[in-house]
């Protein structure tokens, strides 16, 4: 009789402290408690989930609202205006985290100052095969190699469509959406992957980026020779300005880091020629020299 009592308590022991610990977890997730993020969830999350799984979830959770929303208010010294747009902070989330627009509006509420969406290529297509991210904890970094994995301009095209109306408030309230344009991996005409981009989704966009800097996709750093990158942009102009909407969006150049010194120079002059182009100069190099972990 004593034993089963004593067993009887236990077991609702176990069960006040287990509920009370999944409340308390629910609670710090919650409000974004930043200690309990960096010292508890976040290490045992990394111990216990793969890389790219981490990535699928965490757009997921954006995509619910099942993360904390920002509070704070940003501070009139924070506003920039580019290429006439109007920023409310600086600090954006680039291409390559929400690659097929499926969580625009959580990330706006996280606090972004913009949000780049993609990159989008024309068909669907799944990117490199797994396993394609890996984590380098002692330099506490990551290896991405997707090679451009895309829902596709139709789907990603109807995702923005049916949030356009709150877009065009937030562009207006200084939170601009930018598109990332890709190729195909298997396309033979990489121009009209990109005209095609701009046709697509150019009117749902404040800025759209040709993405020519990914190492994953063959080919595709060719593009930005000279010969080759004067047609590309001056088809992909051609095609913005035929867009039927008042405000045209504007047109960034991403190019790769690691080009030659001559290189360099035959991209500017074709981006001075047809200066209605931006240039974006932010992919990391293929292999920084500052890590110490052997690539996988």
Not at 128 to 141: C, Q, S, V
């Amino acid at each position: 009789m004593v034993s089963s009592t004593l067993q009887r308590r236990l077991r609702e022991a176990v069960q006040v402290l287990g509920g009370g610990a999944c409340l308390f977890l629910t609670y710090c997730t919650a409000v974004g408690d930043e200690k309990f993020y960096a010292k508890h969830l976040m290490p045992t999350l990394r111990r216990i989930v793969d890389p790219e799984l981490a990535h699928n979830l965490t757009i997921k959770f954006i995509s619910w609202r099942l993360i904390p929303w920002s509070k704070c208010r940003d501070s009139s010294a924070l506003e920039v205006n580019v290429f006439g747009q109007k920023f409310k902070n600086p600090v954006g989330i680039a291409a390559g985290f929400d690659k097929h627009g499926e969580a625009v509006d959580g990330l706006y509420k996280m606090g972004f100052g913009f949000v780049e969406v993609g990159s989008v290529t024309p068909k669907p297509q799944d990117g490199n095969p797994k396993p394609r991210i890996f984590r380098l904890e002692p330099d506490k970094a990551v290896i991405n190699r997707y090679g451009f994995n895309s829902h596709g301009y139709a789907a990603v095209q109807q995702r923005l469509r049916a949030r356009s109306h709150t877009q065009e408030q937030l562009t207006k309230a200084g939170r601009p959406l930018g598109i990332n344009l890709g190729k195909n991996k298997l396309s033979r005409d990489a121009t009209a992957d990109y005209v095609e981009g701009v046709k697509q989704l150019g009117q749902l966009a404040d800025y759209l980026v040709v993405n020519l800097s990914s190492p994953n996709t063959p080919g595709l750093r060719a593009l930005q020779n000279k010969e080759d990158l004067q047609n590309l942009l001056k088809k992909v102009l051609e095609e913005r300005d035929a867009l039927k909407i008042n405000r045209k969006p504007a047109v960034f150049l991403k190019i790769a880091p690691d080009l030659t010194a001559e290189d360099k120079k035959d991209i500017a002059r074709v981006v001075m020629e047809v200066r209605s182009t931006q240039l974006q100069a932010t992919e990391p190099p293929t292999r920084p020299g500052s890590l110490s972990t052997p690539l996988p």
